[in-house]
């Protein structure tokens, strides 16, 4: 994991929130880019050209938020971009080689009902870049255990663990699988590939009709320090991602980092 993207709102956590990706970042001797994305919309007839003053504003306000912080060390880059938030995002990884999005749940909601909030959400449904959900008010610590959820273990897109993989061997973590039998369940869902039998220390099968409420049942005896879980059109979360906000009611796992696989498939 060389490369780590943070994206910045204006939340009251974003210090804190940018403190721990730094030290997350120092532990893997990752380069972490700190960006902002604005839009502009203008009235018609409107000569006023904005464009350069929100992109000089937003950079110094990226510098600034920067040095309030202990970088110890890390290469920090700050970088803004105009565009839509979900398609620049993805530009801008891509470009940028990024192998990990560190995400606050709320980068701009102040309702303290809010988990995942709209600009958050938006990242994490509506694209395949890994990223990690590092809860409010969490200050860094290495990961121990490690608890991956998902109804299928089948893998067919190439580098997909990566992200898992590097977070395991940095921090030596004991992986754990939750497997979840669902009424589509497969006989070969749950053959684990070398890759992924490799990592595993332990195996639950739990039968249940969603991954979602698989995690909420055996979340507690498990005690991760991080929940896996895999990116799907309609898997995890799919009760919760209708809407991009996600209520702390409907997701009982928030004080503990969540990590976001692409698609297996």
């Known amino acids: 994991m060389k490369t780590i993207l943070v994206p910045v709102g204006s939340s009251k956590n974003a210090k804190l929130h940018l403190q721990y990706a730094v030290d997350f970042a120092k532990a893997f001797g990752a380069k972490l880019y700190v960006v902002q994305i604005y839009n502009v919309y203008t009235k018609a007839g409107t000569m006023i050209k904005v464009d350069h003053i929100i992109e000089r504003e937003s950079k110094a306000f990226l510098e600034s938020h920067v040095a309030s912080i202990d970088t110890k060390g890390v290469e920090v880059i700050t970088k803004t971009f105009k565009g839509k938030l979900v398609d620049t995002i993805e530009k801008v990884c891509e470009s940028l080689d990024v192998d990990l999005i560190i995400l606050e749940p709320r980068t701009n909601s102040i309702k303290e009902e809010v988990y995942l909030g709209k600009t958050s959400g938006k990242i994490v449904k509506r694209t395949q870049i890994p990223a990690l959900i590092v809860p409010e008010g969490y200050f ?6 490690i608890l991956i959820a998902t109804k299928s273990a089948i893998i067919r897109k190439k580098g997909v663990l990566n992200p898992l993989s590097a977070i395991k061997n940095q921090f030596k973590a004991v992986v754990n699988i939750l497997l979840v039998k ?5 006989d070969d869902d749950f053959v684990l590939n070398d890759d992924l039998k490799e990592m595993v220390t332990n ?3 739990a039968e ?3 991954t979602f409420q698989a995690v909420l049942e055996h979340y507690k005896n498990h005690n991760p320090d991080l929940l896996c879980v895999v990116r799907r059109k309609r898997g995890f979360f799919s009760k919760l991602w209708e809407d ?3 209520l702390k009611q409907d997701f009982h796992s928030s004080k503990i980092p969540v990590l976001v696989l692409s698609g297996l498939k």
């Open 182 to 186: 669902t009424a589509h369940h497969k």
């Open 140 to 145: 860094y610590k290495p990961i121990v255990k």
């Open 244 to 246: 991009d906000v996600i």
């Open 208 to 210: 249940r009709p969603t």
């Open 203 to 205: 195996t639950t099968i």
